[in-house]
């Protein structure tokens, strides 16, 4: 069974920035990327510069990619990505199970297994637990990597 537990009635006019609770605003990256080809528009808090929060908006849509970040979470929350992604982009294990490995780390449902909603803590536990598994898959490059350790079928 596919349970949805999407939220919706989503209203970013209500968004609050998690660090100052100014209230957030809608806008273009232009002036904060330092290049923006790509028209991408953002969530940022309205005391930018003065607090620098923002989040992507997933592409097309008005939708944020997760909860707004300061520069040390963005680059954290990149960095667990770029980790987090080599688990299938090298063929540790596929993209599916990865989400699912990343919902069991996170204790949350796939659904909403997501780094852009990390805070620090749980991007540094991705990192290293993704550093973990691929430190892993090297050391035993030569044999066949067995999968399916411990898994309880569902
Ligand atoms: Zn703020």
Redesign the pocket.
């Known amino acids: 069974m596919n349970h949805k537990t999407k939220k919706k009635g989503f209203q970013p006019s209500r968004m609050r920035?998690?660090?100052?609770?100014?209230p957030?605003v809608y806008r273009s990256a232009e002036g904060i990327y330092k290049t923006n080809h790509l028209d991408t528009m953002l969530y940022v808090?309205?005391?930018?510069p003065?607090?620098?929060?923002y989040v992507r908006v997933h592409e097309g849509t008005k939708i944020p990619m997760g909860s707004?970040a300061n520069k040390e979470l963005r680059n954290l929350r990149r960095t667990a990505h770029l980790y987090f992604d080599q688990l299938y982009l090298t063929g540790l294990m596929t993209k599916d199970a990865a989400y699912q490995w990343l919902s069991d780390l996170l204790c949350t449902p796939p659904s909403e297994a997501h780094i852009g909603h990390l805070g620090e803590y749980y991007c540094k536990e991705v990192i290293a637990a993704s550093k973990k598994l691929l430190e892993q898959r090297k050391q035993k490059q030569h044999r066949r990597p067995v999968v399916c350790e411990g898994g309880a079928a569902s």
């Open positions: 920035c998690p660090y100052c609770g100014a957030v808090c309205s005391k930018y003065k607090c620098d929060a707004l």
